[in-house]
Every structure is written in structure tokens, then in C-alpha cells.
């Protein structure tokens, strides 16, 4: 038997973004013991209620990687939940902020207003899935824009119940609670909760009654708003495209058209919270956009600014106009040094073709985890479009979800330095988000991880 001598072929140079070598390396466990001491301190002075899902402190980021304060290395499969989609630290954004910071930080755009806010206004209402004319109305959170939706959905209709589905999230502050599905940890103890908020049953394809269509969904849900509230009485219906921290649930085709329809029938007004779902996420722009569904107002935030707070509700000018003067705004609210940030995190989406990438993403990750699905009984549904990708995990050959084999998949992942996220009504999903901007190799780097932690064996 001959031996072929083998040459390593040379290592091409790793990607450097921000200075940031775009490879994974671990220099100490994780957390590292830099890390630990960090996080006694954190541990002294931050509440519990405060959740963290890897302890491991950063010190800079850049692209797709997290460097830690022990110089690991770690690949971010998370976007810090899908908010850096131009990756962490865009040269392009970087800029923008540094000279809005040194031009001024704030005036307040209700006292005195300025150019920033008034172009990303115009750029939402190229982008945004609405018909018509748009206006935007800037804010600081997700949360903060679901509850002016709704204020914006009942001043225009007359009406006040508000209809949200099964599994969704919309937020934090009171009204988003109820809006809110799940309770533990989103709302136990912390009621009463805001009035007229009714949910309906979601089309979640995976649980729902083999071969039932999107349509079939919209009529049960339509069904039980009748039943339960009556067309008349709902001011808004506000869905999440493809859910995200309910599960990554994405409804059956036809489902949001037949929904948007019934709307329109009926004078209700339609809102797409797509604050984890746009900017190129789902591979779109938004996430309507697959099925060609326009609403009346979206709600965005997360990808709008690429790690800058900043969040809004875009909307068809007359249903925005409803408002009164001086009904809606907030000190903060469109800050000019996120609306800087805003602006370059919209060119970099479209000059570099970000929903492409996400696309591309998409068909490396699908690949890897249907492949895995030999190995891993415990993969129940592998679901998601573009870069909001998921796999549901179950006991092996049931629906009954298994949290506990989704806690040991995202642990054993974390300690190779690979950050994904949880999610679910069921805490039994593993959610991946990378910044769209993830080269292949890094992402396939990251997925071999996520892949041996699912099968236990090699990728
Ligand atoms: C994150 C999120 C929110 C809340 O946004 P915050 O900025 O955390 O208040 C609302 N809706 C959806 C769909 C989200 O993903």
C-alpha cells in the first residue's frame, strides 16, 4: 500500500471586519475566567430578571464574530436577535454615527427637527410593504412602536379591540404583555394586563392538522374573532409574518392573504409586526413581501439601525393622519444619531443585496440541518425562511416538545463558541439569526457545531 504524502493546501487569510478576524478561536473555556469575574460583578448590582444567555462578556465585535474579554473568538448566530443584519460594526454604519455623534446627539424632533429623521421617513416609504402614499412616526423599542400601532389602529377606526395570535410576542410594556402569548417569563406576576386584546389560533403547519392549508387556517381564525369579539368591534389585527420568539412559527401559504383580505372586507386595519422579520431577514425586504400582502401599518425595529435603538411604525399616510397633533412622539424618539445609523444600514441592505445573502443562507443552513435529521431523531421540524431559520426539537417520533434536549443542544454549542438563541411557547426551538453579511465558511464553521451538538457526532 502506497501512502499519498498530503500538502496542506495554504489557509486563506480569514476576512478581517473591524479588525475582526472572522474565525472562531478559543483561547479559555466559555466564559473565560475574565468573564466569571465580570459576571460576579454583574451578578452584585444587575437584577435576576435580567436573563443571559451566555456568559461571556464582550469587548468587541465585528461582522459575525464576538471577541470576548478572554480573547475568545466566538461566532454570532444570533445578530443580537437579528438586529445586526449588516453585521457587527459596518465600517459604512461605524462612519455615519461617528460624524452624526460629533455634529449633535439630540435636539428632540418634537422641539426642534432635523434632515436624518425626515430621510428615513422617505427611505421606509420606499421600502415597507404598505399601499399608497407612507408616513413614519420614529421611536426607541419594539415594544414602544407595537403600542403606537394600536393607538394609531384606534384613533383611526373608532374601534378598540385589538386581535393577536397564538405564540406571538410584541413585547415587554403593559399593553405588548397582553399582546404577548406566553407567559413564563414574558407576563407571570406581572398583571392585570391592558383590556380588549383577544388572540386567535395562528396556522403553525408543524402542529396544526396534517394537509390543512392557509386558507383553511384564516377561516378558523376568523371564525373564533367573530365568535369571540365580532368584525365590528376589532380596530387592528396584529400578526407577526413569521413568528419569532413564539417558535419561528411560519404560517401556511394563503394564510396572510386570506387574512389581509378579510381585513380589507371588513375595515379592519392590518399590522405586520415585522421588527424581527424585515430588512432582508426572511430573505425580502419584509417578510409580506414573499406573498405580495400589503398592510395598513408595520411596525419595525431590530434590522432597521444595525445595533442602534431605533424602531417605528410605518403606515398608509391617511390612517397615520388620524392622529391628532401632538398624539404620538417621545423625547428620544427618532434620535439622529440612529437615524444616521439607519440610513447606512438601509444602503448596505440594499447596495450589498442583503436579502440575497439571506437567501444564500438560507440554502447552506437548510441543507445542513435536513441532512442532520438522520442522525437527530430529535428533530421534529426544520422551518424558517431566509436567515430566521429553526429546528423544533421533540421526543423522537411524537410533536411533544423536548426543552430540555434544546437547552443541551444551545449549551453544548455555547461552550464551542458558537451563540445561538432558544425560543418557543415551548422553550424546545433552536433559532439561528446570523448578521446576513456571514461568510460561508464562518457559517459553516458554526453550523458543524450546531450540527454535532444535534447528532453527536462529527459534522
Ligand atoms: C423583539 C420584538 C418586539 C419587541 O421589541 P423591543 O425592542 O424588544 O421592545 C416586538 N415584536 C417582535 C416581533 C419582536 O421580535
Known amino acids: 500500500m502506497t501512502t499519498v504524502p498530503t500538502v496542506a493546501a495554504p489557509a486563506a487569510p480569514a476576512p478581517l471586519v473591524a479588525g475582526v478576524e472572522q474565525r472562531r478561536h478559543l483561547r479559555t473555556a466559555v466564559p473565560g475566567p475574565a468573564s466569571l469575574a465580570l459576571g460576579e460583578r454583574r451578578a452584585a448590582v444587575v437584577p435576576t430578571g435580567v436573563g443571559m444567555v451566555l456568559p461571556a462578556f464582550v469587548e468587541r465585535a465585528g461582522g459575525a464574530v464576538l471577541v470576548d474579554v478572554d480573547g475568545n473568538r466566538l461566532v454570532d448566530l444570533g445578530a443580537g436577535i437579528a438586529v445586526v443584519n449588516a453585521g457587527h460594526a459596518h465600517p459604512r454604519v461605524v462612519e455615519a454615527v461617528r460624524r452624526q455623534a460629533e455634529a449633535f446627539l439630540h435636539t428632540c424632533f ?9 430621510t428615513v421617513a422617505e427611505r421606509l416609504a420606499g421600502l415597507a410593504p404598505v399601499a399608497g402614499p407612507a408616513k413614519t412616526v420614529l421611536l426607541n423599542s419594539g415594544a414602544e412602536a407595537v403600542e403606537n400601532a394600536v393607538k394609531i389602529a384606534r384613533a383611526a ?6 386581535v393577536v395570535f397564538d ?8 399593553l405588548t404583555m397582553a399582546m404577548t402569548a406566553k407567559a413564563m417569563p414574558y407576563k407571570r406576576g406581572f398583571g392585570p394586563f391592558a383590556g380588549e386584546v383577544y388572540r386567535a389560533p395562528m396556522s403553525y403547519p408543524f402542529r396544526d392538522p396534517a394537509g390543512m392549508t392557509g386558507e383553511e387556517a384564516a377561516a378558523r381564525a376568523i371564525g373564533s374573532i367573530r365568535t369571540q369579539v365580532g368584525a365590528d368591534q376589532v380596530a387592528c389585527l396584529v400578526i407577526e409574518p413569521v413568528q419569532g ?14 387574512l389581509a383580505a378579510w381585513c380589507r372586507e371588513n375595515g379592519v386595519l392590518l399590522v405586520a409586526d415585522e421588527i424581527q422579520t424585515g430588512f432582508g431577514r426572511t430573505g425580502d425586504v419584509f417578510a409580506l413581501d414573499h406573498e405580495g400582502v400589503q398592510a395598513d401599518l408595520v411596525t419595525v425595529a431590530k434590522g432597521l439601525a444595525d445595533g442602534m435603538p431605533l424602531a417605528g411604525v410605518v ?22 444619531v440612529a437615524c444616521a445609523a439607519a440610513l447606512a444600514a438601509m444602503d448596505v441592505l440594499v447596495d450589498e443585496d442583503l436579502s440575497a445573502r439571506a437567501r444564500g443562507i438560507e440554502s447552506l443552513v437548510r441543507t445542513a440541518l435536513e441532512a442532520a435529521r438522520a442522525d437527530a431523531p430529535a428533530i421534529g421540524d ?4 431566509g436567515a430566521m431559520l429553526a429546528v423544533e426539537l421533540v421526543r423522537p417520533g411524537t410533536t411533544e416538545p423536548d426543552p430540555a434536549e434544546a437547552a443541551r443542544v444551545a449549551r453544548t454549542c ?11 411557547t415551548y422553550g424546545n426551538v433552536i433559532r439561528l439569526l446570523p448578521p446576513l453579511v456571514i461568510d460561508d465558511d464562518l457559517l459553516r464553521d458554526g453550523l458543524g457545531v450546531l450540527v454535532e451538538a444535534l447528532t453527536g457526532r462529527p459534522a
Open 157 to 162: 377606526t373608532g374601534r378598540d379591540a385589538v
Open 110 to 118: 418634537m422641539v426642534t427637527p432635523y434632515e436624518g429623521y425626515v
Open 382 to 385: 426544520v422551518r424558517g425562511r
Open 414 to 424: 455555547h461552550q464551542a463558541g458558537v451563540v445561538v438563541l432558544t425560543c418557543g
Open 245 to 258: 420568539e413564539g417558535g419561528f412559527v411560519d404560517p401556511a401559504p394563503g394564510f396572510l392573504p386570506a
Open 315 to 336: 403606515g398608509r399616510a391617511d390612517v397615520m393622519d388620524a392622529v391628532h397633533a401632538g398624539g404620538l412622539g417621545g423625547t428620544y424618539g427618532g434620535n439622529p
Open 167 to 174: 405564540h406571538a410576542y410584541h413585547g415587554r410594556t403593559n
